[in-house]
């Protein structure tokens, strides 16, 4: 109903689970020990691929083989069509150092949400794993909130209409239209 395809059946995973609810289950808890992990990291810390590696791998490393690599497969998102799994490292170092540089230089609240924006739609976009980019580049955006001083975010919800808005905003950023995007990220942003 919201334009995004789903796996109509569950990956494979390490463990043989098949129930999608006990999977959702183990990858939930994934990801709230990632998060964990992210906020015990130095908010001075720069953000690399090996971190990225690292943090998609602490978040699905018990279900799944592919946890903490990059993607080798051709796949698409709804109507976005990755980057070619062989360009992958060379956009994922050119965004971190884009990343980087934008957060090194960020000042004002436009600067903090334009950075926001950017971690997470260009994370996304690059698709760099076989699955597990949007939760990974949430995480990747909230590494960013925290060294600015800002709680973590969520951009959508599951239940309502939330998730069918930020999928109509990573659509418009799609097009170079980051309004809807960054207007997300603006009405959760909390600092400390």
Known sequence: MDNTNWTPIPDENKLGLTDKNIINEYEAKGIALTELFVFQLDTEIEISTQLLLQIHCFAFAELYEWAGLWRTTIVSVGQLIPP?????????????????????????????????????????????????????????????????????????????NSRKVYIEAMKSADKGDFEPLTNLIRKELISF
């Open 84 to 160: 070619n799994p062989n360009q992958i490292l060379q956009l994922m170092y050119q965004f971190l150092d884009n990343l980087n540089f934008k957060i090194k230089q960020a000042i004002t609240l436009t600067d903090h949400l334009d950075c926001l924006s950017f971690a997470h739609y260009e994370f996304v976009r690059i698709h760099p794993f076989n699955n597990g980019n949007g939760r990974t580049g949430r995480i990747l955006m909230n590494i960013v909130a925290l060294k600015f001083g800002y709680k973590p975010l969520e951009l959508y919800h599951r239940e309502g």
